[in-house]
Each structure stands twice: as structure tokens, then as C-alpha cells.
């Protein structure tokens, strides 16, 4: 006759090990494509507050020279891509607004939306 046991099993199935795997891999290649583009912000975020200085927004509330100061700054710091920023004018205050799309896979894609405020 065979004895029966009734202890328990312990330890994790070859099938939960994989899932672990697989979800630890899902969560690194989601941060290795979005973490640049937060990098990428704050060096934003830091631009428009120089530009918004050297331009002398406060004093003058001109939107050309905030906007040229801008771009100078980014092509100073190597930010390639210099379209879809879009500053608006809010009494002393400059609001950058911008949006990057990154491709996830297939037809799938992640929006970002990014906001920085000067001064602040």
C-alpha cells in the first residue's frame, strides 16, 4: 500500500518562474523606451527656464524672443528634436506644452504629454 502525504508543496512551478520572467522583461523594455524621454523633459523643463530669463519675458512678454531663446538653448543642450513644442503666453508666465508618441510594437504606441511652466 501506498502512504499518502499531506504536506504541502513549497516553492514556485517552472510555469510561475517563466511568468516572473516574462513580466520583469515587459516592465525593463517599457522603461528602457520611456525613461529618455523623461530625461529628455527635465532638460526641457531647464531650457524654457534659461530661455525665459535670458529672453526677459517677465518685463517685455515677448513671445518671438522666448521662442528664439528656446531653440538656441535646445540645439546648446542636443535636443534633435525641436517640433512640436508649443509655448504659450500666460500673463508673466510661459507654458510649454509637447507630446511624443513612442512606437510600442506593431500598430501599438505609447502618448506622452508633457507640461513645463516658467517661472516656477
Known sequence: MKKI??????GISLWGVMGLVV???????????VAPEYLESSSVDTCLK?????SNFASNN???????????CLQNNAIYEQ???EIKPQGKTAILEWKRQLPMFGNASLLLEFSARAPE
Not at 525593463?28 to 523606451?33: M, T, V
Not at 515677448?62 to 538656441?72: A, E, I, P
Open 5 to 10: 502525504s499531506f504536506q504541502k508543496q513549497r
Open 23 to 33: 513580466a520583469a522583461v515587459v516592465v525593463l523594455w517599457l522603461a528602457i523606451k
Open 50 to 54: 534659461d530661455a525665459y530669463a535670458a
Open 62 to 72: 515677448r513671445v518671438d524672443d522666448l521662442k528664439t531663446s528656446f531653440n538656441q
Open 83 to 85: 517640433s512640436g513644442y
